[in-house]
């Protein structure tokens, strides 16, 4: 199997894009399998909120991580 990432739209029939490099490479009658990776709101804030706690980490706090 082979695969494919690219970033879609959602056009205002519902329909999703498709690159026309990547339609060149499908046959009409292609069997596909889709999936759907929505972005998440609170993903967004989680990357700064763990950058900033772990600037906050010593070498000396490495004596608790094997408690």
């Given at each position: 199997?082979?695969?494919y990432e690219y970033y879609a739209e959602?056009?205002?029939d519902g329909h999703l894009?498709?690159?026309e490099d990547l339609?060149?490479?499908l046959a009409t009658d292609s069997k596909i399998r889709v999936m759907l990776l929505l972005e998440?709101?609170?993903a967004i804030w989680n990357v700064p909120t763990?950058?900033?706690f772990m600037?906050?980490?010593s070498d000396k706090d490495a004596i608790y991580d094997n408690i």
């Open positions: 199997m082979k695969a959602v056009l205002p894009s498709v690159p339609k060149n490479k998440d709101d609170e763990i950058s900033q600037k906050g980490y």
